[in-house]
């Protein structure tokens, strides 16, 4: 899995906001820790900027997840294919995490 593949994945994403589709141009690959990637999307039809996280298990299709409220988890959970504990994982993940993308993945090179 690349930054282009997982643009292309992010194409066929819709924003949690309006359902708009997103273009490639408003993709913004941040990086990626093991299997999971960061992105930031911009929805031209809200105008609203989304840090997204995309799952990859190297064997299905990637599972997309975003920072989801309570209402869109539920939902979620019942939908095949997404791996829940992995959201929750995330959520804490994001929750302790700064922001500073650049400090996460240059600690882990070194
Ligand atoms: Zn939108």
Known sequence: MDES???????????????QRYEIEDIEVLGHHE??????????????QYLVTAVVDGEGAPETVTDLSAAEEEKFRDSEGLKVDEVLDM???????????????????A
């Open 35 to 48: 299997n999971m990637w960061f992105m930031s999307v911009f929805c031209v039809a809200c105008r609203a």
């Open 5 to 19: 593949n997982i643009k292309k994945m992010m194409m066929s994403a819709k924003c949690s906001g309006c359902g």
């Open 91 to 109: 959520h804490s993940f994001l929750k302790k995490f700064n922001g500073d993308f650049s400090r996460l993945f240059s600690e882990e090179a």
